[in-house]
């Protein structure tokens, strides 16, 4: 049963694509992630898409957060088909979004280290400088903007340098909008060190930039980051509580959908207009988000 007539004052992000495509039994236990779905079974996508607007999600966000040329290229796949799995995780998003009747369809642009697939996206220990970013990420998201998504999910920045990068995309192509977040190590800097404030400065008065904030990160810091944020609309999807062992491949601890959505209250009234949530989250906690927030 959908929760999606109730009103709240915030936008309800989806939550952790992989992990309900894990729930609904897919192995994910790949370097592609759930992006390796939009080549072996795109259906198990749509579904999760729906799931998640059923639970009362305002967004889908595609599965094309660790879908890149090199990686899809390191799967045989050449360029025009790599660029056609990155087109059908938006239309994939699209019909999800017609089918509910509604809804926005953010193209989601992982950063660098989800391709490095070595936890990097949680530190921010990158190779490349800020030009090599840029290079990087730019066959990618020119694709993606140019997808008929309604804006691009800039999501899980570790880095400074990464941070900039995207800054200078955006630049680039004016037409698209975004929002940015940023993976966090505690309650005021970014995964390498940097305050968040400092992140956040690159993108103030930008039109192109819907909101900042922050995503996969300890939802115990969220208030905190959220008062390190001084212009709005701020963003925030934290993990569900657990943390990852990066060593063993498996996430540690235990988290509850209610007190998630309890805590979603608390990050309303810091100042969070888009609310939802990443890693070990599902359809149950955007539910009790928007009972919550209702």
């Known amino acids: 049963m959908s929760s999606q007539p109730l009103e709240t004052d915030v936008v309800i992000l989806d939550g952790g694509l992989a992990t309900?495509?894990?729930?609904?039994?897919?192995?994910?236990?790949d370097e592609l992630w759930s992006a390796k779905l939009l080549m072996e079974n795109p259906e198990a996508i749509l579904q999760a898409h729906r799931d998640y607007f059923a639970a009362g999600a305002d967004v889908a966000t595609t599965a094309s957060y660790q879908a890149s040329f090199p990686a899809f290229e390191q799967r045989g796949r050449v360029r025009h088909e790599a660029q056609a799995l990155m087109q059908l995780s938006v239309e994939l998003a699209k019909e999800a979004r017609d089918d509910a009747g509604g809804g926005v369809v953010?193209?989601?642009?992982?950063?660098?280290?989800?391709?490095?697939?070595?936890?990097?996206?949680?530190?921010?220990?990158?190779?490349?400088?800020?030009?090599?970013?840029?290079?990087?990420?730019?066959?990618?998201?020119e694709v993606l903007a140019d997808s008929?998504?309604?804006?691009?999910?800039?999501?899980?920045?570790?880095?400074?340098?990464?941070?900039?990068?995207?800054?200078?995309?955006?630049?680039e192509t004016p037409n698209i909008n975004a929002w940015v977040s940023f993976?966090?190590?505690?309650?005021?800097a970014i995964s390498d060190g940097t305050p968040l404030a400092e992140c956040a400065a690159l993108f103030a008065g930008n039109p192109q930039v819907v909101a900042v904030g922050v995503n996969?990160?300890?939802?115990?810091?969220?208030?905190s980051l959220i008062g390190r944020l001084t212009e709005s609309p701020i963003i925030v999807y934290p993990n569900s509580g657990e943390?990852?062992?990066?060593?063993?491949?498996?996430?540690?601890?235990?988290?509850d959908p209610v007190e998630f959505g309890a805590a979603a209250r608390e990050w309303r009234d810091a100042g969070a207009a888009?609310?939802?949530?990443?890693?070990?989250?599902?359809?149950?906690?955007?539910?009790?988000i928007r009972e919550s927030l209702a």
């Open 20 to 29: 309900h495509l894990e729930a609904l039994g897919y192995d994910l236990r």
């Open 106 to 141: 953010a193209a989601s642009v992982g950063p660098y280290g989800a391709y490095l697939a070595n936890g990097a996206e949680y530190t921010g220990d990158y190779d490349l400088d800020e030009d090599g970013l840029i290079a990087w990420h730019r066959p990618r998201w």
């Open 148 to 171: 008929g998504a309604d804006l691009l999910a800039c999501e899980t920045i570790p880095s400074y340098a990464e941070a900039r990068a995207i800054a200078a995309l955006l630049r």
């Open 183 to 188: 993976s966090c190590r505690d309650g005021e």
């Open 216 to 223: 996969c990160t300890a939802p115990s810091h969220v208030k």
């Open 243 to 255: 943390s990852w062992d990066a060593e063993d491949h498996r996430w540690l601890g235990i988290a």
């Open 274 to 288: 888009y609310i939802g949530g990443c890693c070990r989250t599902t359809p149950e906690h955007i539910r009790q």
